[in-house]
């Protein structure tokens, strides 16, 4: 490809704008010990920046790790996502839209220790270990992203407020657990990209809606939202009629991307 | 006249498809008063004893109502209607509005019971259902806590492996801490230049008297050097003007930290070119003062060399065994800073 593009000044291109074969350059400009060193480093700052589950910036990769080789951030993603796959079983995402320029780490392997301690008590298993605070925190993710789920995939906020109330855990009153609860689900989870808090327009005063955010869809499957809330209620799933046909949708797109 | 304004009132009611917004037009309408009296009592007693047989009915029947199955509670808003057409006056208008009011509240408990047969999803419901399940049969604590801190802690242990969350990375052995980010100690080098500047001006009292230790050091430093080149004199003196073994002169039997010390403070007259290393016939190195302060000028003149001198403590013990040196030339030194054992020993001798 010709390099028809004037730069005026190569330090300040975002990588974004970096082309294939530019970033290619970049990265073979390096010696063999750099780029080793180079990726290991981008590899452990991808895993660290992930501790708060906040998405992570191409601007401060390049900042951070890559410095004066920005250029070549393409070719040492694409690596970095390899080592993340291949070494730890976790997948890198990116991220479009509005949080484009972005990325979060998944996890790809098996964390539930359940049905093998259960066939074997004996076994000495180390599951992924969370802190307190931590497991609260996705019980009560796991009862939200339930709940808009079972309601539509939407929820309006003073029906969620609504809700939580009767669960004790009130917007207008300082959580034991949860400190600040309508910060805690407008803020932390939405940055983290669990939850979607949008406006409707035209109302005044405003309200709002939750759905479930970027990284909610890519970390849990409806159906399990589904087997949870009808376990609860001791249903099938199929009785939820509507709910259990998005479940089978899903699961329809799955199976066509994982064939592909 | 009267009488066709009756029939066009009767065309009205019975043109209007739901009930209720006519039964007005009655008492409004000014010229019906002749058509009101007109009315047979006998007539209205018929539609008012029909109104009360149908609520009667209602009340009695209501499950049969109410079932979704049942086609009853239509038939009976269809009895209405057909009373509703012959409705002229107030009276009978209220008996018809309240049987309506029945016949509704009777189909909004029809529809409730249409939901049994599939699941609506009601977050109230979710949400007591929750309570009694991360309570697990307990009995709920209070009112005020539905679901415990603990509670919610277990909600979140068994939903975790619903969430593919990657693991956080952490060492294993922890990380150190952080601490409070060390200020810079900016005030030495002003005191140096300061003390400098004040020596002949008694007027200006030195500011920074706080950080005299640091200044204190490196003037220790010049007085040591200049105590060593006495030393060194003295000692070429006593050598009969022969150049000194450097590992004599520098080794202190007792304590390595003494000896580095020696060396370091040795350094700096070669530097400053008051002393002379050189090696000897068996490349065992030599050191005597230089007599001429005039050859400073040749030194400078000399093309600079530099030379980086080592001594780990294994091999200052071999030194000090194979020169057998048993007191050292130079005087052991009181250090303001944590002593080695060794020369706590030498002092406290």
């Known amino acids: 490809m010709p390099r028809t593009n004037k730069q005026p000044d190569n330090d300040r291109i975002p990588s974004s704008q970096v082309s294939a074969t530019q970033a290619e350059k970049a990265h073979s400009s390096m010696d063999r010990g750099e780029q080793e060193k180079k990726l290991h480093d981008l590899v452990q700052f991808l ?3 992930d501790q708060k589950k906040l998405p992570i910036k191409k601007l401060d990769i390049n900042k951070q790790v890559l410095k004066e080789h920005s250029k070549a951030l393409p070719v040492m993603m694409k690596l970095a ?39 074997d008590p004996n076994l000495t298993l180390t599951p992924v270990d969370w802190s307190d605070e931590n497991h609260a925190k996705t019980g009560l993710l796991m009862v939200v992203l339930s709940a808009i789920f079972m309601n539509g995939e939407v929820m309006v906020d003073s029906q969620l407020y609504h809700m939580l109330r ?78 259990y046909q998005v479940v089978v949708e899903e699961e329809g797109e799955e199976e066509e991307s994982s064939a592909s | ?53 149908l609520m009667g009915t209602l009340v009695e029947q209501k499950h049969d109502m109410i079932n979704p199955e049942s086609t009853s509670l239509t038939e009976a808003l269809k009895t209405a209607n057909d009373l509703n057409k012959d409705v002229k006056m107030p009276r009978e208008g209220a008996l018809d509005s309240a049987t309506i009011l029945m016949i509704s509240n009777y189909g909004r408990m029809k529809v409730d019971n249409l939901k049994t047969d599939f699941l609506k999803f009601e977050p109230i419901e979710y949400a007591e259902k929750l309570i009694s399940f991360v309570n697990q049969g307990q009995p709920r604590q209070s009112q005020d806590i539905a679901i415990s801190n603990q509670g919610w802690i277990n909600l979140g242990k068994a939903s975790q492996k619903f969430f593919m969350k990657s693991p956080a990375f952490h060492f294993m052995a922890g ?3 952080r601490g409070e980010p060390v200020k810079k100690v900016r005030r030495a080098p002003d005191s140096q230049r300061l003390d400098k500047e004040n020596l002949s001006d008694k007027a200006t009292v030195p500011k920074q008297m706080k950080s005299f230790d640091e200044s204190d050091k490196s003037e220790a430093t010049t007085a040591e050097v200049e105590k060593l080149l006495d030393l060194l004199q003295k000692l070429y003196r006593e050598n009969e003007r022969n150049p000194i073994c450097y590992f004599e002169f520098v080794l202190h039997p007792e304590s390595f930290s003494q000896t580095v010390e020696n060396m370091f403070y040795t350094s700096f007259l070669v530097r400053d070119g008051l002393a002379n290393i050189k090696l000897d ?20 003149n000399l093309p600079h060399k530099q030379a980086v001198v ?18 050292p030339l130079i005087p052991t030194r009181v250090c303001s800073t944590l002593d080695s054992s060794a020369t706590k020993k030498m002092r406290m001798k």
Not at chain 1, 181 to 195: D, M, N, S
Not at chain 1, 214 to 240: G, H, M
Request: proline share 4%; aromatic share 8%; hydrophobic share 30%.
């Open chain 1, 47 to 49: 895993l660290i920046m």
């Open chain 1, 81 to 119: 996502e390899e080592k993340l796959r291949k070494i730890f079983g976790i997948e890198l995402v990116s991220l479009e839209d509005k949080q484009k320029g972005t990325y979060i780490l998944v996890n790809t392997l098996d964390t539930d220790v359940d049905e093998q301690l259960e066939s």
């Open chain 1, 166 to 243: 009767k669960l004790k855990v009130d917007q207008d009153v300082t959580h034991p657990v949860f400190g600040d609860v309508k910060k805690q689900l407008t803020v932390e989870f939405v940055r983290q990209g669990y939850l979607e808090y949008t406006r409707q327009p035209n109302t005044d005063p405003p309200v709002f809606e939750f759905r479930w955010g970027f990284r909610a869809k890519k970390e849990i499957t409806k159906r399990n939202c589904l087997d949870f809330v009808s376990q609860l209620y001791e249903k099938n799933p199929e009785e939820w009629v509507s709910q």
């Open chain 2, 1 to 53: 006249m009267a009488g066709v304004k009756r029939k066009t009132n009767t065309a009205n009611s019975n043109a209007s498809a739901s009930h209720g917004a006519e039964s007005d037009s009655d008492e409004t309408s000014v010229s019906t008063t002749s058509y009101l009296q007109n009315q047979n009592k006998e007539e209205r007693l018929r539609i008012r004893t029909g109104y009360r047989q």
């Open chain 2, 175 to 177: 990380s150190f801490e």
């Open chain 2, 281 to 300: 016939d068996e490349k065992l190195p030599l050191i005597e003062p230089i007599q001429n302060p005039e050859q400073e000028k040749v030194r400078k």
């Open chain 2, 310 to 327: 080592s001594l780990s403590p294994q091999e200052w013990k071999e030194l000090v065994e194979v020169y057998k040196i048993t007191d």
